[in-house]
């Protein structure tokens, strides 16, 4: 299994040994603790629950969560996912994943929260082009006809509007790894990654590669 809960640090760039630049995301990947194993006879299908961090506060941790934790024998962890596996037969509770597991030329899928931009316009959300600038015109950044006339006199679901954008889970497919610092458990992958620093990601392998 190539997947690994991570934090997303920043962007940077690295030079190749020809001088081009590449512009990477590093990426804090692991270590991430096995929770829990389940299997097709027990669970009805095959995956690994992973967890990310280890608690800071105790207090913070649920009743129930708690238990779950205590039944595996695993210090409770800020974050828990759980990945799809055919064979789960070569995974422990209390395995340590890191970030070994990925290696240099890899392509992979990232998973996060896009940065949240707030309430907007059609012309930044959608890519509307907008009226005149002049010229009399009182027509600039605003949606246009919206609906219909008599029939069916109302407007559409899922119509192009102002509203909330960002902030949405969001994957970014086939981003390549170009480096792998083991000792750090950083990954540095090409391009850029959604989400903010400090964001939580999910990285596995790419289902299109």
Same mark, same amino acid.
């Given at each position: 299994?190539? &997947?690994?809960?991570?934090?997303?640090?920043?962007? @940077?760039?690295?030079?190749?040994?020809?001088?081009?630049?590449?512009?990477?995301?590093?990426?804090?990947?692991? =270590?991430? /603790?096995?929770?829990?194993?389940? @299997?097709?006879?027990?669970?009805?299908?095959?995956?690994?629950?992973?967890?990310?961090?280890?608690?800071?506060?105790?207090?913070?941790? &649920? #009743? =129930?969560?708690?238990? !779950?934790f205590a039944k595996s024998g695993v210090a409770p962890q800020r !974050?828990?996912?759980?990945? *799809?596996?055919?064979? =789960?037969?070569?995974?422990?509770?209390?395995?340590?994943?890191?970030?070994?597991?990925?290696?240099?030329?890899?392509?992979?899928?990232?998973?996060? @929260?896009?940065?949240? #931009?707030?309430?907007?316009?059609?012309?930044?959300?959608?890519?509307?082009?907008?009226?005149?600038?002049? !010229?009399?015109?009182?027509? !600039?950044?605003?949606?246009? &006809?919206?609906?219909?006339?008599?029939?069916? &006199? *109302?407007?559409?679901? %899922?119509? #192009?509007? =102002?509203? *909330?954008?960002?902030?949405? @889970?969001? /994957?970014?497919?086939?981003?390549?790894?170009?480096?792998?610092?083991?000792?750090? %458990?950083?990954?540095?992958?090409?391009?850029?990654?959604?989400?903010?620093?400090?964001?939580?990601?999910?990285? +596995?392998? +790419?289902?299109?590669?």
């Amino acid at each position: 299994m190539k &997947s690994l809960i991570g934090k997303k640090i920043g962007m @940077t760039q690295i030079f190749c040994e020809d001088g081009t630049v590449i512009p990477v995301t590093v990426v804090e990947a692991g =270590p991430c /603790t096995v929770v829990q194993v389940k @299997t097709v006879d027990s669970d009805g299908y095959a995956a690994v629950q992973v967890g990310f961090e280890e608690a800071l506060k105790e207090k913070r941790v &649920s #009743k =129930p969560l708690k238990g !779950h934790f205590a039944k595996s024998g695993v210090a409770p962890q800020r !974050h828990l996912k759980e990945f *799809r596996v055919e064979d =789960p037969a070569g995974f422990s509770v209390g395995q340590q994943l890191t970030a070994e597991v990925f290696a240099a030329g890899d392509k992979i899928d990232v998973t996060g @929260t896009s940065k949240g #931009k707030g309430f907007q316009g059609v012309i930044k959300r959608h890519g509307f082009g907008g009226g005149r600038a002049t !010229h009399g015109s009182t027509f !600039h950044r605003a949606p246009g &006809s919206i609906g219909m006339c008599a029939t069916p &006199s *109302r407007t559409f679901k %899922n119509k #192009k509007m =102002p509203g *909330r954008m960002g902030g949405k @889970t969001t /994957t970014v497919q086939c981003l390549e790894v170009v480096k792998v610092m083991a000792d750090q %458990n950083l990954l540095l992958v090409k391009g850029a990654i959604p989400g903010s620093k400090g964001g939580i990601i999910e990285i +596995s392998q +790419s289902q299109k590669a």
